[in-house]
């Protein structure tokens, strides 16, 4: 039963990737009820300001499919979950099963155009138990990241192509002129943290969970010492 169960919550996130429902008005700290239930990688909040937070995370480690091009996030988001979804149920080198955590976080480069496609890279946070020595897999990598700041903005409801890209302008527009929208331009200009795409989303909730659900835009990035 326990494992019928845990594989109907993992699937339920390929479902909500299928989603289009419209997005719930922005929060600001709200903790996501899964985080009651499976592991979420730990932060300190640094700072709070209109309609952001800044954390910081500890080392973290990553499980990360290929990059894929669509021009739709939920599509190409359901599509990369699948190989994740294996994984954690034993389609790995070391032929272990790992317990489902989150958030699936999906890192974005957008295209130049309306009608190109981007690029999507979505990762499984690795349990504690297992970041010492993470199961390689086939067409996936690790990726760990050091101690980082990460700006973030909430939004409710369910994640959708026509709206994802607002919520990460608002993020942006919101952090002008501040110490943190200053060190996130420079952190990219250096090719430091947060270069190698434009936003990340970070997804928490089943899809059966109709009612505060969160999701996050996340821009990382690095601060001189």
Known sequence: ??????????????????SGNSLA?????KFPPSCNRIECPSYELVNSGNGYEIRRYNTTVWIS???????????????SFSQLFDYIQGNNDYHQKIEMTAPVIVQVSPSDGPLCE??????????????PDPAPAKNLHVQRWDTRYVAVKQFGGYVSDDTVGEEAAELETSLKGTVWGKA??????????????????????????????????????????
């Open 184 to 225: 996130i331009d420079k952190s990219r200009e250096k090719g430091g943290v947060g270069s190698t795409s434009a936003y990340t989303v970070a997804q928490y909730n089943s899809p059966f969970e109709f009612l505060g659900r969160v999701n996050e835009i996340w821009l990382p990035f690095q601060m001189d010492k």
């Open 65 to 79: 499919t290929e990059p894929i091009k669509d021009a739709s996030l939920v599509k190409a988001t359901r599509t």
């Open 1 to 18: 039963m326990e494992a019928a169960a845990l594989r109907i919550f993992t699937l339920s996130f390929l479902l909500s990737f299928l």
């Open 25 to 29: 008005p922005a929060q600001v700290g």
């Open 118 to 131: 981007s690029s999507f890279t979505v990762s499984f946070y690795v349990p504690k138990q297992n970041q």
